[in-house]
């Protein structure tokens, strides 16, 4: 088993049996967008409890199967299970904070949105977005950005498919750790 059959194995596991299962056989067949919809309505159905952690990793893969705007309000509207975590979801679907100004070459002409913050530093994963000419930030974005808890400083550009890869830095680069 590689590591993404793991993580969502391990997710798929939150939920209790049979709804467990359908979440893992959408990963056979290949339909995650499915399975992530079924695993945050199932989380939801059951009242199954879930650790910040668990529900950062939750919108890291929804945002890789492009299912992180359609799933973010069940996502946030999962009970929490009470205990403290390394990590926070700060994207709760409500108003978004934009960041912009940002010196890097290629950030320059993106908004910046805050999405997972780390309690123990402060330090933010965010999602930097073209602005599209309708007024709103482009569906999918160009770049993760983890920065300091200010804002004004980059300390490491991600390209547009490593939203994991990012997350994975985010905990493990934390000075607090």
């Not at 804002?151 to 493990?172: G, K």
Request: aromatic fraction near 8%; charge should be negative.
């Amino acid at each position: 088993m590689d590591d993404n059959t793991a993580r969502w194995y391990r997710i798929a596991d939150l939920l209790p049996e049979p709804a467990s299962k359908d979440v893992k056989d959408c990963w056979e067949i290949g339909e995650q967008e499915c399975g992530l919809g079924l695993l945050v309505e199932g989380l939801l159905a059951y009242q199954v409890p879930i650790g910040g952690a668990d529900r950062a990793q939750i919108s890291v893969l929804a945002e890789e199967w492009g299912e992180r705007e359609q799933l973010t309000p069940g996502i946030v509207r999962c009970l929490g299970d009470g205990t403290p975590s390394a990590v926070r979801l700060l994207d709760d679907g409500d108003e978004v904070e934009v960041v912009t100004g940002w010196s890097e070459p290629e950030l320059a002409d993106l908004v910046l949105v805050p999405w997972i913050g780390c309690t123990r530093c402060g330090r933010v994963l965010l999602r930097a977005h073209a602005w599209e000419p309708w007024d709103d930030f482009s569906y999918l974005a160009e770049h993760y950005v983890i920065s300091t808890s200010d804002y004004d400083t980059a300390l490491r550009i991600f390209p547009s498919d490593s939203a994991d890869q990012a997350f994975t830095e985010l905990l493990q680069s934390c000075p607090e750790a």
